[in-house]
């Protein structure tokens, strides 16, 4: 079927992709200033920010990069189903890379949140390598396929196990994001957190949603560090999550703190809910550490300025939203599992 779309050729078109990305035509900015007419979400701003992190992505020292550092063998190829989520924009554009660079088919069920941007992007890499488009897909309901990568929540991950269980299969569930805080990070670094809880407006599972902080922490500090966020509250779907959440905190007599944009409350859970930063105190590192890898399922990501002895990925502050190709989500690396098929 594609027997003359060599790898170099697959790399070479996202490698074109990622320079489209980049700059853009009339269309794609007509789409980006549109989103949000499909969800709220999906505002101007945040839609561009996704569709500039990928071109930054598909550079071509970090293709080349990733690609060597995976055996990619030549392959039969299977049809892939991928079911997208749709919580940020183009948040399932790296399962459709990973299969198409990998040689399969990638046959397509996207959320109903994000329609339009994926298609048109992937009809701009039709168009540098036509021979693609034997392997894209879109479809309403998955069937005829050979494995399947499904991203959800907790909730649905069960009906996905259940489902696509005689397929080999990548069920993704709920994940979250913490920052690790030393007490002494400059207002600069604090800034750059900001980036981290604030880019998607915290919907991402790379969003940090809880703050490790050592033992006595004043939050003065962080909160004069993200005071260049503030506007995130004129979004009036934040607004609403911030006014229902304080309303609660204040009526059960909940400890908290509040800067008039993100609710601070001291909470050993992992995923707090939007508009609020849950924090906890950690006595030394050793402790932290052994935290930190009873919970490593949980975990998507730790933006830290300090090494950590634990298992999951760890980016610098304001990186959790920039990921590279090789930061596979779940920690599995997505590649490896289709050259296996």
């Not at 049809?79 to 299969?99: Q, R, S």
């Not at 906890?280 to 890898?293: F, V």
């Not at 298992?311 to 920690?331: C, E, R």
Request: net charge negative.
């Amino acid at each position: 079927m594609t027997s003359n779309l060599t790898l170099e050729k697959r790399l070479q078109a996202f490698k074109e992709l990622g320079q489209f990305l980049e700059s853009g035509d009339e269309r794609l900015q007509e789409l980006v200033d549109s989103a949000h007419q499909h969800n709220s979400w999906f505002t101007r701003q945040e839609t561009n920010r996704a569709v500039t992190a990928i071109g930054r992505m598909l550079n071509e020292p970090d293709l080349d990069s990733w690609l060597s550092a995976n055996e990619l063998r030549t392959v039969t190829p299977k049809k892939i189903g991928l079911v997208l989520a749709g919580n940020i924009p183009l948040v399932g554009f790296h399962d459709i890379l990973c299969v198409l660079v990998a040689g399969h088919v990638a046959v397509i069920k996207q959320s109903s949140q994000d329609q339009k941007l994926i298609p048109y992007i992937l009809s701009k890499l039709v168009s540098i390598e036509p021979a693609l488009s034997e392997l894209i897909v879109f479809t309403e309901r998955l069937q005829d396929y050979d494995a399947v990568i499904a991203t959800g929540s907790n909730n649905s991950s069960r009906y996905f196990e259940h489902y696509f269980s005689k397929v080999p299969h990548i069920i993704r569930k709920n994940r979250n994001s913490v920052a690790v805080l030393s007490g002494n990070e400059p207002p600069e670094l604090l800034r750059k957190l900001g980036h981290d809880i604030f880019d998607y407006f915290g919907l991402g599972c790379r969003n940090v949603s809880k703050l490790y902080v050592p033992r006595g922490y004043a939050p003065d500090p962080f909160f004069e560090g993200i005071e260049p966020f503030k506007n995130v509250i004129d979004h009036h779907k934040y607004s609403n999550n911030y006014d229902y959440n304080k309303s609660i905190y204040l009526i059960n007599l909940v400890k908290h703190f509040d800067n008039g944009f993100l609710l601070l409350k001291e909470d050993d859970k992992l995923a707090s809910p939007l508009a609020v930063m849950y924090y906890q105190e950690y006595q030394n590192l050793p402790s932290l550490e052994a935290e930190l890898s009873s919970i490593t399922d949980q975990i998507q990501c730790i933006v830290t300025a300090q090494p950590l002895s634990v298992p999951n990925q760890q980016v610098s502050f304001g990186d959790s939203q920039s990921p590279k190709l090789w930061d596979y989500a779940d920690g599995v690396n997505t590649i490896e599992f289709l050259s296996e098929l």
